[in-house]
C-alpha cells in the first residue's frame, strides 16, 4: 500500500508539471485543444490525490502499522472516528490534505468559471499547479507521509495523544484548512488577470464568492479552535495570542479588509492596484502562516518542531512568491490606474478605504509582535518576547474603533455625504449608543472599556436595525406589500448587502462577548470537604471527591454545588482522567456551567485522596456564550450572502401557480424532518422499555459518534458495550430512570453524556429553540399562504415620501449584487 | 498631483512615525527576555529584577509542595545548570518531572519566583520522539 501512494504522489506531480506548462502553451498559441488539456489534467489531479486520500485513510483503518505516520499517528483501539481524522493529525499528511484539497477546490472553481472567464482559466490552472506542485514536492523529498520502517515493522502504533481525541479538535484543523486553501484561488484568478492584462473587473466577480465562502470556513475555524482551547485546555479563556492562533488570524484580517475594499472597485473602480494587493498579501500570509507553525520558526507552547530544511523550502518560496507577484503588478501599474478620485472624505468609499487600513494594520501588527523573538534574536542576539497584555494593549483600541466604523461605514452616502444625510441617519444608532452609554455609566459599570464596547455595540444594532427597517419601508412602498415579503424582497434583491449586515450583527455579538472579560473574576482554593470559597456572588463548596474506574481510566471527579446568593445554583462536576496508556499526562475535564450572563467554569486542578481535599479553580467568566453565538450569527450571514437567486424567487418573481402549495409542502418537509431521522437507527435489543429509554437517553462515549447508546452503530463498540453493561446494571438494582441518569452524570462527571440537557435553567434554551423556530416558521407560512391566497390589490400610488432616501436606496441597490 | 503626492507622503509619514513612537514606548514595559536555565545561570546577578521568561526541564524529585497550599518549589535545570524556582498556583497537567516548562517572573538570590507557568503542551503536529533521550525536540 505504502509503494502505491507514493507513487501517486510521484504521478500527481508529473500531472501538475504537465497541467502547469501546457496551460501555458495553450494560452500564448490560443489553442483551445491544449487548454482543455490542462484543464482536463487538473481534474485528474483531483482524482489521484482523491485516490492517494483513500490509501492513507484506508492503511489507517486496517492498520498498516509498517507505514510511519500511521504508526506514529494511531493505535489499534483508537476509535474509529479518530482513526479517520488521523490523516490530517500530523504535519505529513496535514499538507497531503492541504494537497488534495486545494486540487478539489481548484476543480470546482474551474469547472464553475471555465466558460465565463475563459482568457483566465489557463493562467489559474497554471498558478494553481504551481503552489500544488511546491506541496507535493516537499511531500516527495522531505514528508513522505508513506514512508515505511525499513527494517521490522512495529506491531501496534503509539497512539494520538489523549488531549486531541476531542471532537472539536478533530474538526478545527479541516475547517481552518479549507479557509486557508480556498484563499488560493482568489490568488489564481488575481495572478491570472495580471499576467494576461485582463484587469478589467470580471476577475473580482470570478473570486468574490470564493473569498466568502474561505472567509466563512477561517471564522468557523478559528471560532472552533477558540472552543476547543475553553473547553479542553481548562485555563478558563480561549485565546492567548500563541503563534499557532495568530497565523490562522493574520489572513483573516487581510480577507476581511478585501471583502470590503471589492466593493470600493465595483461601485468606483478605485482602489485597483490595493485589491490585487491584498488578495496577493493575504496568499502569502496562509503560507506564512503554515510556515511559522510547521518549521520551528517561532518559539510557541504548541510549535511544531524545529525543521530546517524545511524552514529553508519555505523561505524560497515565499521569496518567489512576493517577487513573481508583485513584479507582475508593477508590470501592470499601468492598466491598474484608478477611474476615479476619492470626492470626499465624508463618503463611504472613504469609510473603507479607513477600514482597510485599520485591518492590514492590525495583520502586520500581530505578525510583527508574533515575530518579535525571532527578529529580536536576529537583529540583537537576544531573545526578547511580549506577552498577551501587549497583544491587548493594542487590539483593544484598534477592535473599539473597528466597530465604531462598523457603524458608521453603512450610514454614509457613496461619494459624498450631505449634511441632510449625516442628520437623518445617524440620529437614531448616535441616540442609541448615547443612552446606552449613559445607562451603563448610571449602573456603575467599572470597566470603561467594556462600557465603551457595549455602547459601540448598542450604535452598530443601531444602524443595522434602521437600514434594515428604511430598506423595507422604502420597498413596500415601492411594491405595495406588507413589510415582512418587503423584507425578505429587500434582503433577496441585495443578498450581499444584507448578508453583510448579519455578519456585522454576529461580530457585534462576539464584541459583546470579549467585553465579558472585562468582568471576569477567578479564584483558586484548596478545600476540604465542606469547605467553600466565594467568588463574585457564587459561593462554591466542595463536597466530597470519588475516584471511579471504568477500565480504561481512573476518573477523579469533585463534587462541588454552587450557591448564589445563598441558593442552589448548580452541581458540578470537574474531574481529572487518567488514561492507562498515558498515565504521565492526566487530562483535566472541566465543568460549566452555561448562561447567557455567565459560564461557572471549574477546574480539578490538584487533589489529595487520603484527606479528600481537592484544589479547586474557579472562574466566573461573563457573557462568554455570545462569542459563540456571534460566530452562529456570521455563519447565518456568510449564507445568506452566498445563496443563490431561486431561494429567494418566492419573494421577488411573480407568483407562479401552485407556488404557494410548492412551498408548504416544501416546509412541512423540512419541519417534520424528526420523521426521516427516527428511520435510520439500527435496532437493538433492549430487555425492557426502561432500557430502551435510557440507552436512547445516554450519549455513547465511543467517542466520535454523538449518538446515543441504543443508536450507536459501530461493530463491537467498546463505549456501547460497557454502557449498556451498566445500564442493565443499574435496572437490576432497581433504580428508576432519573436515579440511572443521575448515576451516568455523576460518573461521567458531566450532562454532556446525556443526548440531550436537563430541562432547568439556561438549558431551557436548547430544549426551546427547536419550538421556537417551528411556531416562527408555522406562523410565516400561515402569513405567506394568506397573502399569496388574496387577490392581487391594485398597487397603491408609489408615491415616494422621503425622496432622496428612495433615490439613495435605489442608486445603491443596483448592480450590487 | 504632486501636491496630491506630497500630501499622502506626509500623511504617511506621520502616521507611520506615530505608530512607530507608540509601538517602541508600549514594548518597552512589556519586553521579556526569553532565556534558557543555563544562559541565565552564566550570570545570575546580571539578571537579578528584569522581566525574565525561562526555560528548562523540570528536576525529577526535586518538586515540593507546602501542605494544603497552592506553594511549589522545584528546580529546573538545562545542561548541568540548575535553578530553583518558585511558583504559587495552579500547575498545567504537564507539569511534572522530566517536562520542559517555560516561567515568568523575575529572579533574586533565592532563586525565580514565578508568576506563570506554561508547560510544553503536546501536539498532533509532533509525535512522541522516536528515540526517548535524544535532545528534547524544540516543540510539541
Not at chain 1, 1 to 18: I, K, N, P
Not at chain 1, 42 to 53: D, Q
Given at each position: 500500500?505504502?509503494?502505491?501512494?507514493?507513487?501517486?504522489?510521484?504521478?500527481?506531480?508529473?500531472?501538475?508539471?504537465?497541467?502547469?506548462?501546457?496551460?501555458?502553451?495553450?494560452?500564448?498559441?490560443?489553442?483551445?485543444?491544449?487548454?482543455?488539456?490542462?484543464?482536463?489534467?487538473?481534474?485528474?489531479?483531483?482524482?489521484?490525490?482523491?485516490?492517494?486520500?483513500?490509501?492513507?485513510?484506508?492503511?489507517?483503518?486496517?492498520?498498516?502499522?509498517?507505514?510511519?505516520?500511521?504508526?506514529?499517528?494511531?493505535?489499534?483501539?483508537?476509535?474509529?472516528?479518530?482513526?479517520?481524522?488521523?490523516?490530517?493529525?500530523?504535519?505529513?499528511?496535514?499538507?497531503?490534505?492541504?494537497?488534495?484539497?486545494?486540487?478539489?477546490?481548484?476543480?470546482?472553481?474551474?469547472?464553475?468559471?471555465?466558460?465565463?472567464?475563459?482568457?483566465?482559466?489557463?493562467?489559474?490552472?497554471?498558478?494553481?499547479?504551481?503552489?500544488?506542485?511546491?506541496?507535493?514536492?516537499?511531500?516527495?523529498?522531505?514528508?513522505?507521509?508513506?514512508?515505511?520502517?525499513?527494517?521490522?515493522?512495529?506491531?501496534?502504533?503509539?497512539?494520538?495523544?489523549?488531549?486531541?481525541?476531542?471532537?472539536?479538535?478533530?474538526?478545527?484543523?479541516?475547517?481552518?484548512?479549507?479557509?486557508?486553501?480556498?484563499?488560493?484561488?482568489?490568488?489564481?484568478?488575481?495572478?491570472?488577470?495580471?499576467?494576461?492584462?485582463?484587469?478589467?473587473?470580471?476577475?473580482?466577480?470570478?473570486?468574490?464568492?470564493?473569498?466568502?465562502?474561505?472567509?466563512?470556513?477561517?471564522?468557523?475555524?478559528?471560532g472552533l479552535g477558540m472552543i476547543w482551547a475553553y473547553?479542553?485546555?481548562?485555563?478558563?479563556?480561549?485565546?492567548?495570542?500563541?503563534?499557532?492562533?495568530?497565523?490562522?488570524?493574520?489572513?483573516?484580517?487581510?480577507?476581511?479588509?478585501?471583502?470590503?475594499?471589492?466593493?470600493?472597485?465595483?461601485?468606483?473602480?478605485?482602489?485597483?492596484?490595493?485589491?490585487?494587493?491584498?488578495?496577493?498579501?493575504?496568499?502569502?500570509?496562509?503560507?506564512?502562516?503554515?510556515?511559522?507553525?510547521?518549521?520551528?520558526?517561532?518559539?510557541?507552547?504548541?510549535?511544531?518542531?524545529?525543521?530546517?530544511?524545511?524552514?529553508?523550502?519555505?523561505?524560497?518560496?515565499?521569496?518567489?512568491?512576493?517577487?513573481?507577484?508583485?513584479?507582475?503588478?508593477?508590470?501592470?501599474?499601468?492598466?491598474?490606474?484608478?477611474?476615479?478620485?476619492?470626492?470626499?472624505?465624508?463618503?463611504?468609499?472613504?469609510?473603507?478605504?479607513?477600514?482597510?487600513?485599520?485591518?492590514?494594520?492590525?495583520?502586520?501588527?500581530?505578525?510583527?509582535?508574533?515575530?518579535?523573538?525571532?527578529?529580536?534574536?536576529?537583529?540583537?542576539?537576544?531573545?526578547?518576547?511580549?506577552?498577551?497584555p501587549f497583544f491587548n494593549q493594542w487590539m483593544l483600541?484598534?477592535?473599539?474603533?473597528?466597530?465604531?466604523?462598523?457603524?458608521?461605514?453603512?450610514?454614509?452616502?457613496?461619494?459624498?455625504?450631505?449634511?441632510?444625510?449625516?442628520?437623518?441617519?445617524?440620529?437614531?444608532?448616535?441616540?442609541l449608543g448615547v443612552v446606552t452609554a449613559v445607562a451603563?455609566?448610571?449602573?456603575?459599570?467599572?470597566?470603561?472599556?467594556?462600557?465603551?464596547?457595549?455602547?459601540?455595540?448598542?450604535?452598530?444594532?443601531?444602524?443595522?436595525?434602521?437600514?434594515?427597517?428604511?430598506?423595507?419601508?422604502?420597498?413596500?412602498?415601492?411594491?405595495?406589500?406588507?413589510?415582512?415579503?418587503?423584507?425578505?424582497?429587500?434582503?433577496?434583491?441585495?443578498?450581499?448587502?444584507?448578508?453583510?449586515?448579519?455578519?456585522?450583527?454576529?461580530?457585534?455579538?462576539?464584541?459583546?462577548?470579549?467585553?465579558?472579560?472585562?468582568?471576569?473574576?477567578?479564584?483558586?482554593?484548596?478545600?476540604?470537604?465542606?469547605?467553600?470559597?466565594?467568588?463574585?456572588?457564587?459561593?462554591?463548596?466542595?463536597?466530597?471527591?470519588?475516584?471511579?474506574?471504568?477500565?480504561?481510566?481512573?476518573?477523579?471527579?469533585?463534587?462541588?454545588?454552587?450557591?448564589?446568593?445563598?441558593?442552589?445554583?448548580?452541581?458540578?462536576?470537574?474531574?481529572?482522567?487518567?488514561?492507562?496508556?498515558?498515565?504521565?499526562?492526566?487530562?483535566?475535564?472541566?465543568?460549566?456551567?452555561?448562561?447567557?450572563?455567565?459560564?461557572?467554569?471549574?477546574?480539578?486542578?490538584?487533589?489529595?485522596?487520603?484527606?479528600?481535599?481537592?484544589?479547586?479553580?474557579?472562574?466566573?467568566?461573563?457573557?462568554?456564550?455570545?462569542?459563540?453565538?456571534?460566530?452562529?450569527?456570521?455563519?447565518?450571514?456568510?449564507?445568506?450572502?452566498?445563496?443563490?437567486?431561486?431561494?429567494?424567487?418566492?419573494?421577488?418573481?411573480?407568483?407562479?401557480?401552485?407556488?404557494?402549495?410548492?412551498?408548504?409542502?416544501?416546509?412541512?418537509?423540512?419541519?417534520?424532518?424528526?420523521?426521516?431521522?427516527?428511520?435510520?437507527?439500527?435496532?437493538?435489543?433492549?430487555?425492557?422499555?426502561?432500557?430502551?429509554?435510557?440507552?436512547?437517553?445516554?450519549?455513547?462515549?465511543?467517542?466520535?459518534?454523538?449518538?446515543?447508546?441504543?443508536?450507536?452503530?459501530?461493530?463491537?463498540?467498546?463505549?456501547?458495550?460497557?454502557?449498556?453493561?451498566?445500564?442493565?446494571?443499574?435496572?437490576?438494582?432497581?433504580?428508576?430512570?432519573?436515579?440511572?441518569?443521575?448515576?451516568?452524570?455523576?460518573?461521567?462527571?458531566?450532562?454532556?453524556?446525556?443526548?440531550?440537557?436537563?430541562?432547568?435553567?439556561?438549558?431551557?434554551?436548547?430544549?426551546?429553540?427547536?419550538?421556537?423556530?417551528?411556531?416562527?416558521?408555522?406562523?410565516?407560512?400561515?402569513?405567506?399562504?394568506?397573502?399569496?391566497?388574496?387577490?392581487?390589490?391594485?398597487?397603491?400610488?408609489?408615491?415616494?415620501?422621503?425622496?432622496?432616501?428612495?433615490?439613495?436606496?435605489?442608486?445603491?441597490?443596483?448592480?450590487?449584487? | 498631483?504632486?501636491?496630491?503626492?506630497?500630501?499622502?507622503?506626509?500623511?504617511?509619514?506621520?502616521?507611520?512615525?506615530?505608530?512607530?513612537?507608540?509601538?517602541?514606548?508600549?514594548?518597552?514595559?512589556?519586553?521579556?527576555?526569553?532565556?534558557?536555565?543555563?544562559?541565565?545561570?552564566?550570570?545570575?546577578?546580571?539578571?537579578?529584577?528584569?522581566?525574565?521568561?525561562?526555560?528548562?526541564?523540570?528536576?525529577?524529585?526535586?518538586?515540593?509542595?507546602?501542605?494544603?497550599?497552592?506553594?511549589?518549589?522545584?528546580?529546573?535545570?538545562?545542561?548541568?545548570?540548575?535553578?530553583?524556582?518558585?511558583?504559587?498556583?495552579?500547575?498545567?497537567?504537564?507539569?511534572?518531572?522530566?517536562?520542559?516548562?517555560?516561567?515568568?517572573?523575575?529572579?533574586?538570590?533565592?532563586?525565580?519566583?514565578?508568576?506563570?507557568?506554561?508547560?510544553?503542551?503536546?501536539?498532533?503536529?509532533?509525535?512522541?520522539?522516536?528515540?526517548?533521550?535524544?535532545?528534547?525536540?524544540?516543540?510539541?
Amino acid at each position: 500500500m505504502a509503494s502505491l501512494g507514493y507513487y501517486l504522489l510521484l504521478a500527481a506531480f508529473v500531472v501538475c508539471a504537465y497541467a502547469a506548462a501546457i496551460s501555458v502553451a495553450g494560452a500564448r498559441r490560443r489553442s483551445r485543444a491544449l487548454i482543455e488539456s490542462g484543464i482536463g489534467a487538473f481534474y485528474l489531479l483531483a482524482a489521484i490525490m482523491a485516490v492517494a486520500s483513500a490509501v492513507i485513510v484506508y492503511s489507517f483503518v486496517v492498520g498498516d502499522y509498517s507505514i510511519r505516520y500511521v504508526q506514529r499517528y494511531s493505535d489499534s483501539v483508537q476509535p474509529m472516528f479518530y482513526k479517520l481524522t488521523s490523516y490530517w493529525g500530523g504535519l505529513d499528511g496535514s499538507i497531503m490534505f492541504w494537497v488534495s484539497l486545494l486540487s478539489f477546490f481548484g476543480s470546482a472553481a474551474i469547472y464553475v468559471n471555465r466558460e465565463r472567464h475563459r482568457e483566465l482559466i489557463p493562467y489559474v490552472v497554471t498558478v494553481i499547479s504551481v503552489v500544488e506542485m511546491f506541496f507535493l514536492f516537499l511531500m516527495i523529498v522531505h514528508n513522505n507521509p508513506f514512508q515505511t520502517y525499513l527494517t521490522e515493522s512495529p506491531t501496534d502504533g503509539t497512539g494520538l495523544n489523549p488531549l486531541l481525541q476531542n471532537f472539536y479538535m478533530a474538526i478545527h484543523p479541516p475547517t481552518m484548512y479549507l479557509g486557508f486553501v480556498g484563499l488560493t484561488i482568489p490568488y489564481a484568478f488575481g495572478m491570472a488577470a495580471l499576467i494576461t492584462g485582463y484587469l478589467d473587473d470580471s476577475w473580482l466577480r470570478a473570486v468574490r464568492r470564493w473569498t466568502m465562502i474561505s472567509w466563512l470556513f477561517l471564522s468557523i475555524g478559528l471560532g472552533l479552535g477558540m472552543i476547543w482551547a475553553y473547553e479542553e485546555l481548562g485555563w478558563g479563556g480561549y485565546w492567548m495570542w500563541d503563534p499557532v492562533e495568530n497565523a490562522g488570524l493574520l489572513p483573516w484580517f487581510t480577507a476581511t479588509a478585501f471583502l470590503h475594499s471589492v466593493m470600493v472597485q465595483e461601485r468606483r473602480g478605485m482602489l485597483r492596484v490595493w485589491n490585487v494587493a491584498l488578495v496577493i498579501t493575504t496568499f502569502f500570509l496562509t503560507i506564512f502562516g503554515t510556515f511559522m507553525t510547521r518549521s520551528g520558526v517561532v518559539q510557541s507552547v504548541h510549535a511544531f518542531g524545529d525543521d530546517p530544511e524545511l524552514a529553508r523550502l519555505f523561505t524560497i518560496f515565499m521569496v518567489a512568491t512576493v517577487v513573481v507577484s508583485f513584479g507582475f503588478v508593477i508590470y501592470r501599474l499601468p492598466l491598474l490606474r484608478a477611474r476615479n478620485e476619492l470626492d470626499s472624505w465624508l463618503s463611504r468609499e472613504a469609510a473603507f478605504l479607513v477600514n482597510n487600513w485599520i485591518l492590514l494594520f492590525s495583520a502586520f501588527f500581530v505578525l510583527f509582535a508574533t515575530m518579535f523573538p525571532t527578529l529580536s534574536e536576529a537583529v540583537r542576539g537576544e531573545r526578547l518576547t511580549v506577552g498577551p497584555p501587549f497583544f491587548n494593549q493594542w487590539m483593544l483600541p484598534i477592535g473599539l474603533t473597528l466597530l465604531l466604523l462598523t457603524g458608521i461605514g453603512p450610514l454614509l452616502a457613496w461619494r459624498k455625504s450631505t449634511v441632510q444625510n449625516l442628520r437623518d441617519s445617524f440620529l437614531i444608532p448616535v441616540t442609541l449608543g448615547v443612552v446606552t452609554a449613559v445607562a451603563v455609566a448610571l449602573l456603575g459599570v467599572r470597566v470603561w472599556t467594556s462600557g465603551i464596547c457595549f455602547a459601540l455595540s448598542a450604535f452598530v444594532v443601531g444602524t443595522i436595525g434602521q437600514e434594515f427597517w428604511r430598506g423595507a419601508r422604502v420597498r413596500q412602498r415601492a411594491t405595495g406589500t406588507d413589510v415582512f415579503t418587503a423584507l425578505v424582497g429587500l434582503v433577496a434583491r441585495n443578498k450581499r448587502r444584507y448578508g453583510g449586515y448579519v455578519v456585522h450583527l454576529g461580530m457585534v455579538l462576539i464584541f459583546f462577548g470579549f467585553a465579558g472579560e472585562g468582568f471576569k473574576q477567578k479564584e483558586e482554593a484548596q478545600l476540604k470537604p465542606g469547605q467553600q470559597v466565594k467568588v463574585g456572588s457564587f459561593v462554591v463548596r466542595h463536597d466530597a471527591l470519588s475516584i471511579t474506574d471504568d477500565g480504561q481510566k481512573q476518573m477523579i471527579t469533585a463534587h462541588v454545588t454552587v450557591l448564589r446568593d445563598g441558593k442552589p445554583f448548580a452541581e458540578m462536576y470537574p474531574a481529572k482522567w487518567i488514561f492507562r496508556k498515558h498515565e504521565e499526562s492526566p487530562t483535566t475535564e472541566v465543568a460549566i456551567n452555561r448562561g447567557f450572563a455567565q459560564d461557572v467554569y471549574l477546574v480539578l486542578a490538584t487533589f489529595d485522596a487520603a484527606t479528600q481535599t481537592a484544589s479547586i479553580a474557579v472562574d466566573i467568566n461573563p457573557l462568554v456564550n455570545w462569542v459563540w453565538m456571534g460566530f452562529g450569527l456570521l455563519a447565518l450571514g456568510i449564507g445568506i450572502a452566498l445563496l443563490p437567486d431561486a431561494v429567494f424567487s418566492f419573494a421577488t418573481a411573480p407568483l407562479p401557480a401552485n407556488a404557494a402549495t410548492t412551498a408548504l409542502i416544501f416546509l412541512a418537509v423540512v419541519l417534520s424532518q424528526g420523521v426521516a431521522l427516527a428511520q435510520d437507527t439500527i435496532p437493538a435489543i433492549f430487555r425492557s422499555p426502561l432500557e430502551r429509554q435510557v440507552a436512547g437517553e445516554i450519549m455513547c462515549n465511543c467517542g466520535g459518534c454523538r449518538l446515543s447508546v441504543s443508536d450507536c452503530g459501530m461493530m463491537n463498540c467498546h463505549g456501547k458495550s460497557g454502557q449498556m453493561g451498566k445500564i442493565q446494571q443499574y435496572i437490576a438494582e432497581g433504580k428508576d430512570h432519573d436515579a440511572i441518569l443521575a448515576t451516568f452524570v455523576r460518573e461521567h462527571g458531566g450532562y454532556d453524556v446525556l443526548m440531550q440537557p436537563p430541562n432547568r435553567g439556561f438549558n431551557r434554551v436548547a430544549w426551546l429553540l427547536p419550538y421556537v423556530v417551528a411556531v416562527v416558521a408555522l406562523l410565516g407560512v400561515a402569513f405567506t399562504a394568506r397573502r399569496w391566497s388574496r387577490h392581487e390589490a391594485a398597487a397603491p400610488d408609489a408615491a415616494p415620501i422621503d425622496r432622496e432616501l428612495d433615490a439613495r436606496l435605489e442608486d445603491e441597490l443596483r448592480n450590487l449584487d | 498631483m504632486s501636491n496630491k503626492a506630497a500630501r499622502i507622503g506626509l500623511t504617511g509619514v506621520v502616521l507611520a512615525t506615530a505608530f512607530g513612537v507608540l509601538l517602541y514606548s508600549s514594548l518597552g514595559e512589556s519586553l521579556q527576555y526569553y532565556k534558557y536555565v543555563d544562559e541565565v545561570m552564566a550570570e545570575p546577578a546580571a539578571w537579578h529584577g528584569k522581566n525574565l521568561q525561562v526555560h528548562g526541564t523540570v528536576v525529577p524529585d526535586s518538586i515540593g509542595r507546602k501542605d494544603n497550599s497552592l506553594e511549589w518549589r522545584f528546580d529546573i535545570q538545562r545542561n548541568g545548570k540548575v535553578l530553583r524556582a518558585y511558583y504559587n498556583g495552579i500547575v498545567p497537567d504537564t507539569f511534572k518531572a522530566d517536562s520542559e516548562v517555560v516561567l515568568t517572573g523575575t529572579l533574586d538570590d533565592k532563586g525565580f519566583h514565578a508568576t506563570e507557568m506554561t508547560a510544553k503542551c503536546p501536539s498532533k503536529y509532533d509525535a512522541a520522539p522516536v528515540n526517548p533521550g535524544s535532545r528534547p525536540s524544540g516543540g510539541a
